[in-house]
Nanobody, 115 residues
Framework: QVQLVESRGGLVQPGGSLRLSCAAS????????MGWYRQAPGKQRDLVAR???????NYADSVKGRFTISRDNAKNTVYLQMNSLKPEDTAVYYC?????????WGQGTQVTVSS
Protein backbone atom coordinates (compact mmCIF):
# COMPACT_ATOMS: atom_id res chain seq x y z
CA GLN A 1 0.00 0.00 0.00
CA VAL A 2 0.97 3.59 -0.57
CA GLN A 3 -0.09 6.63 1.43
CA LEU A 4 0.10 10.17 0.11
CA VAL A 5 -0.02 13.36 2.14
CA GLU A 6 -0.28 16.69 0.37
CA SER A 7 0.68 20.12 1.58
CA ARG A 8 -1.97 22.75 2.01
CA GLY A 9 -2.96 24.80 -1.01
CA GLY A 10 -4.31 28.28 -0.65
CA LEU A 11 -5.52 31.51 -2.15
CA VAL A 12 -3.20 33.15 -4.66
CA GLN A 13 -3.59 36.25 -6.77
CA PRO A 14 -3.45 35.93 -10.54
CA GLY A 15 0.14 35.91 -11.68
CA GLY A 16 1.31 34.55 -8.36
CA SER A 17 3.11 31.35 -7.47
CA LEU A 18 2.50 28.41 -5.21
CA ARG A 19 4.33 25.16 -4.54
CA LEU A 20 2.55 21.98 -3.59
CA SER A 21 4.28 18.98 -2.09
CA CYS A 22 3.24 15.38 -1.67
CA ALA A 23 5.00 12.96 0.64
CA ALA A 24 4.68 9.25 -0.06
CA SER A 25 4.98 6.49 2.50
CA UNK A 26 4.43 2.77 2.60
CA UNK A 27 5.73 0.51 -0.17
CA UNK A 28 7.46 3.35 -1.97
CA UNK A 29 9.76 1.12 -3.98
CA UNK A 30 6.73 -0.12 -5.90
CA UNK A 31 5.76 3.32 -7.17
CA UNK A 32 6.21 3.62 -10.93
CA UNK A 33 5.18 7.23 -11.36
CA MET A 34 3.76 10.12 -9.39
CA GLY A 35 1.81 13.09 -10.51
CA TRP A 36 -0.74 15.78 -9.88
CA TYR A 37 -4.30 15.93 -11.09
CA ARG A 38 -6.89 18.62 -10.57
CA GLN A 39 -10.64 18.82 -10.55
CA ALA A 40 -12.64 22.01 -10.89
CA PRO A 41 -16.30 22.16 -9.84
CA GLY A 42 -18.50 20.33 -12.32
CA LYS A 43 -15.54 19.00 -14.29
CA GLN A 44 -13.66 15.74 -14.45
CA ARG A 45 -10.35 15.11 -12.80
CA ASP A 46 -7.56 15.81 -15.28
CA LEU A 47 -3.83 15.24 -15.33
CA VAL A 48 -1.72 18.30 -14.60
CA ALA A 49 1.79 16.83 -14.53
CA ARG A 50 3.44 13.47 -14.09
CA UNK A 51 6.96 12.25 -13.38
CA UNK A 52 8.28 8.72 -13.67
CA UNK A 53 10.92 7.01 -11.56
CA UNK A 54 13.43 7.73 -14.31
CA UNK A 55 12.60 11.42 -14.18
CA UNK A 56 10.61 11.69 -17.39
CA UNK A 57 7.89 14.30 -17.18
CA ASN A 58 4.75 15.23 -19.07
CA TYR A 59 2.38 18.13 -18.63
CA ALA A 60 -1.07 19.19 -19.62
CA ASP A 61 -0.90 21.70 -22.45
CA SER A 62 -2.63 24.30 -20.30
CA VAL A 63 0.23 24.37 -17.76
CA LYS A 64 3.28 23.90 -19.97
CA GLY A 65 5.83 26.60 -19.34
CA ARG A 66 4.16 27.63 -16.07
CA PHE A 67 4.20 24.52 -13.88
CA THR A 68 7.14 22.29 -13.01
CA ILE A 69 6.97 18.88 -11.42
CA SER A 70 9.98 17.47 -9.58
CA ARG A 71 10.76 14.76 -7.08
CA ASP A 72 13.17 14.28 -4.20
CA ASN A 73 13.74 10.56 -3.97
CA ALA A 74 15.57 10.87 -0.66
CA LYS A 75 12.48 12.46 0.88
CA ASN A 76 9.98 10.39 -1.11
CA THR A 77 8.35 13.66 -2.06
CA VAL A 78 7.06 15.12 -5.29
CA TYR A 79 6.58 18.83 -5.84
CA LEU A 80 4.51 20.96 -8.15
CA GLN A 81 5.82 24.47 -8.64
CA MET A 82 3.07 26.62 -10.08
CA ASN A 83 3.96 30.01 -11.54
CA SER A 84 1.97 32.63 -13.44
CA LEU A 85 -1.21 31.26 -11.93
CA LYS A 86 -4.50 32.03 -13.65
CA PRO A 87 -8.08 31.97 -12.35
CA GLU A 88 -8.70 28.90 -14.49
CA ASP A 89 -6.11 27.03 -12.43
CA THR A 90 -8.56 27.10 -9.53
CA ALA A 91 -9.34 23.52 -8.55
CA VAL A 92 -8.79 20.81 -6.00
CA TYR A 93 -5.36 19.36 -6.67
CA TYR A 94 -4.76 15.66 -6.01
CA CYS A 95 -1.46 13.88 -5.66
CA UNK A 96 -1.32 10.57 -7.46
CA UNK A 97 0.94 7.54 -7.35
CA UNK A 98 0.77 4.52 -9.62
CA UNK A 99 1.84 1.30 -7.93
CA UNK A 100 0.72 -2.34 -7.88
CA UNK A 101 -1.15 -1.68 -11.13
CA UNK A 102 -3.49 0.82 -9.50
CA UNK A 103 -3.79 4.49 -8.63
CA UNK A 104 -3.38 5.89 -5.17
CA TRP A 105 -4.67 9.36 -4.28
CA GLY A 106 -4.00 12.03 -1.73
CA GLN A 107 -6.82 13.75 0.09
CA GLY A 108 -6.81 16.75 -2.23
CA THR A 109 -5.96 20.36 -1.56
CA GLN A 110 -7.79 23.47 -2.71
CA VAL A 111 -5.98 26.01 -4.85
CA THR A 112 -7.87 29.21 -5.56
CA VAL A 113 -6.56 31.87 -7.90
CA SER A 114 -8.44 35.10 -7.43
CA SER A 115 -7.91 38.77 -6.81
Amino acid sequence: QVQLVESRGGLVQPGGSLRLSCAASGRISSINAMGWYRQAPGKQRDLVARITTSGSTNYADSVKGRFTISRDNAKNTVYLQMNSLKPEDTAVYYCNAFAFMRNYWGQGTQVTVSS
